[in-house]
T-cell receptor
Framework: EDKVVQSPLSLVVHEGDTVTLNCSYE??????LLWYKQEKKAPTFLFML????IEKKSGRLSSILDKKELFSILNITATQTGDSAIYLC????????????FGPGTSLSVIP | NAGVTQTPKFQVLKTGQSMTLQCAQD?????MYWYRQDPGMGLRLIYY???????DKGEVPNGYNVSRLNKREFSLRLESAAPSQTSVYFC?????????????FGEGSWLTVV
């Protein structure tokens, strides 16, 4: 059965801390891995990863994929209260309709 | 560019009532999806449509029906609402068979069944 697992499920850190969020997957016909940030409403796109070992970076956020070990990490450095959100990992599979499986999400709370 | 638009944003239903959630995308995407999101369970796929005129069940289809009216529109119908269908519903779309796909979400519809 295809599945995506995220850890930890929730995390509380202080402003300025660095956090690492984990996503592991077991799917058939992997196409890409997506990271989203979700605050009060719709998930907003962060990164798409298709190749192993190539870091994607945007400001204080970065992510990397390991297709051999079937996992990805999302790093956030110098966290701010505005980083508080649910972070979703999703895997897109090569099917007739781009089947997308989401993990349960990691709820991050950054306190001053 | 509106992206994915879904209505209504909020709805309260009584048990047994019916309603339709509307979704439209203006990005010329082939694939469209309906997800529900519940605390601690992530996003679960209800139905999807790979192209105009085709629909298929996802992970949690019971109690729902869908219609892919045309390439732009994909509606979700609750025929007889139940309290277990209280959730946040997201419509989404994506281009098909591109190597660089991502999935685009609507703003969500908060549904409460009492």
């Amino acid at each position: 059965e295809d599945k995506v697992v995220q850890s930890p499920l929730s995390l509380v850190v202080h402003e300025g801390d660095t956090v690492t969020l984990n996503c592991s997957y077991e799917v058939t016909n992997f196409r890409s891995l997506l990271w989203y940030k979700q605050e009060k409403k719709a998930p907003t796109f962060l990164f798409m990863l298709t190749s192993s070992g190539i870091e994607k970076k945007s400001g204080r956020l970065s992510s990397i994929l390991d297709k051999k070990e079937l996992f990805s990490i999302l790093n956030i450095t110098a966290t701010q209260t505005g980083d508080s959100a649910i972070y979703l990992c999703a895997v897109v599979m090569k099917t007739s309709y781009d089947k997308v499986i989401f993990g349960p999400g990691t709820s991050l709370s950054v306190i001053p | 560019n509106a992206g994915v638009t879904q209505t209504p944003k909020f709805q309260v239903l009584k048990t047994g009532q019916s309603m339709t959630l509307q979704c439209a995308q203006d990005m010329n995407h082939n694939s469209m999806y309906w997800y529900r999101q519940d605390p601690g369970m992530g996003l679960r796929l209800i139905y999807y449509s790979a192209s105009e005129g085709t629909t298929d069940k996802g992970e949690v289809p019971n109690g729902y029906n869908v219609s892919r009216l045309n390439k732009r529109e994909f509606s979700l119908r609750l025929e007889s609402a139940a309290p277990s269908q209280t959730s946040v519903y997201f419509c989404a779309s994506s281009p098909l068979r591109d190597s660089g796909n991502t999935i685009y979400f609507g703003e969500g519809s908060w549904l409460t069944v009492v």
